[in-house]
């Protein structure tokens, strides 16, 4: 859904509540690198609905988790990714499915200092 052409989805969601964020994955593979058409064209769109984007400095939520918080729900074999690291170039490795686990194992001060921590406190 992460398009140029998801106007129409958005604005369904726009009639359900005037308060909507959007939180999208940069997918960069490095520091300031120009977001994909399809994430800059998703961002144009939300702009035009009304509704807040805030695309991530680094390359996914993933890249956020803590070693700490990945280790508790996965194993001490885990660890923490890279700010631009694949999840899937990573031994071992973890799906994406269970990403909501090892957040719930995190507090908001695990993010302060980064734009994740920033777009949260402004919800």
């Known amino acids: ?26 997918e960069r593979t490095v520091a300031g690198a120009a977001l994909m058409k399809d994430r800059a064209d998703f961002q144009q769109v939300c702009k035009k609905a009304g509704i807040d984007c805030h695309v991530l400095d680094r390359r996914a939520t993933e890249n956020y988790l803590t070693e700490a918080a990945i280790r508790k729900v996965k194993g001490p074999n885990y660890r923490s ?10 031994t071992p490795s973890w799906g994406k499915n269970e990403n909501w686990r090892i957040a719930r194992e995190m507090n908001i001060d695990d993010f302060i200092g980064t734009d994740l921590g920033l777009f949260l406190k402004s919800l």
Do not use: C, T, W, Y
């Open 1 to 26: 859904m992460i398009s140029g052409s998801s106007e129409g989805e958005l604005e369904e969601i726009r009639r359900i509540s005037d308060n909507v964020s959007a939180l999208i994955d940069s």
């Open 81 to 90: 990714l890279q700010p631009f690291e694949k999840l899937k170039d990573v």
